[in-house]
């Protein structure tokens, strides 16, 4: 696969991902937990390395690193938040809302509960075929992190043998 080809694959990929998790919670009304909030920051430095990718060909050694690790870590976040959905372990990070609240009157800290949309990191809201947004998600980042990781593979395979060839 060229360069050209890898690079608008996993930029499709990511943008699909993120396109369906804001339309999940802009249009469908679906209120995302802290984690899933989290789970988007992958996908988005992932199209910001594929950008950079594309326009500077000569960094590839370093953006190839930078992508194979980001989707390491976007992967085990996702991989995180589907075992917590599935009741694998606990939730060791809070999903709730605001903390801060010294100095708020009754009223306004009811108030400030009543508006506050929080929504359970261990539920899932929504799902298709079974699998929900997590379990999407930690599907989609497992192909991004193996085509992240062919790419890693074959790169430094071929410079390592374009290297001793000269």
């Known amino acids: 696969m060229s360069r050209i080809n890898f690079a608008y694959s996993l930029a499709i990929i990511s943008l699909v991902s993120l396109f369906l998790a804001f339309y999940l919670q802009f249009e469908i009304g679906l209120v995302p937990c802290k984690l ?3 789970q988007r920051w ?3 430095i992932n199209i910001l390395i594929i950008a950079i990718f594309l326009t500077l060909p000569k960094k590839q050694n370093i953006l190839i690193l930078a992508g194979l690790i980001n989707m390491i ?7 995180y938040h589907f075992g917590l959905e599935e ?8 999903c709730s809302g605001p903390q801060d609240i010294e100095g ?3 009223k306004k800290l009811l108030s400030m509960l009543k508006s506050t949309p929080i929504s ?3 539920n899932a809201q ?3 075929f079974g699998f929900s947004l997590a379990g999407l998600n930690f599907m989609i980042s497992c192909i991004l992190l193996l085509m992240w990781t062919i790419k890693f593979y074959l790169h430094f395979l071929t410079y390592d043998s374009n290297s001793e060839s000269q």
């Open 87 to 94: 009741g694998y372990w606990n939730n060791v990070f809070s």
């Open 42 to 44: 992958p996908h988005v």
């Open 73 to 79: 870590l976007g992967t085990l976040l996702a991989g």
């Open 126 to 128: 929504w799902s298709i």
């Open 104 to 106: 708020l009157s009754s």
């Open 36 to 38: 899933c909030v989290w």
């Open 120 to 122: 359970s990191c261990e």
